[in-house]
């Protein structure tokens, strides 16, 4: 059994038009959203054994800040250029890489990607995954292999909008 958990990148901000899409930090929503999500992630019970984030500021800065949240140590955060702006193939790829040994993956990154591997995992959760959201699955497996669709379970679904 794997556990696999998606969160797109807090708010990010587009105020300095200097900056390349890279380098765009969180906004004010941002700063405020993703301490919040992190420590939903926590409540919800949520142990991740690897976090790997995209090396754009806005999805380092919200993996960071949900280490935090999980008590997981940030020496030990994983930058992965494949997970930059990555398609739903990219991602397969990137999760297919990670070590057997680790049991549960946290991976931060981009829209429209990380709303279609949600879908692919759990097939019609959302038309959208909002920023800062977190989506976690079991999935039936012993490894990492993921491309022929992988019978999964909904762990948990939640995003700063959602009542609680």
């Known amino acids: 059994m794997k556990t696999l958990t998606l969160v797109r990148h807090a708010k990010s ?9 890279r380098e765009r930090p969180l906004n004010k929503r941002g700063e405020r959203d993703a301490p919040l999500m992190g420590k939903r992630a926590a409540a919800a ?9 995209s090396p754009a500021v806005r999805a380092w800065t919200t993996a960071k800040i949900f280490a935090k949240a999980l008590n997981y140590p940030i020496e030990f955060l994983q930058r992965e250029d494949g997970l930059y702006l990555a ?18 993956l946290m991976l931060f990154g981009h829209n429209p990607g990380m709303t279609d591997f949600a879908n ?7 038309s959208n995954l909002p920023t ?12 990492w292999l993921l491309y022929d669709r992988p019978k999964t379970e909904l762990v948990v679904y939640d995003y700063p909008k959602k009542q609680h």
Not at 13 to 21: Q, V
Not at 88 to 95: E, F, G, I, K, Q
Not at 133 to 141: A, L, R
């Open 13 to 21: 901000s587009w105020t300095d038009s200097g900056l390349s899409d």
């Open 120 to 126: 692919y995992l759990v097939p019609g959760v959302t």
């Open 87 to 104: 398609s739903l193939d990219n991602l397969l790829d990137a999760v297919a890489t990670q070590d057997l040994g680790f049991n549960n």
């Open 45 to 53: 019970g949520l142990r991740p054994s690897q976090i790997i984030s």
């Open 132 to 143: 800062a959201s977190f989506i976690s699955v079991n999935i039936d497996c012993d490894d």
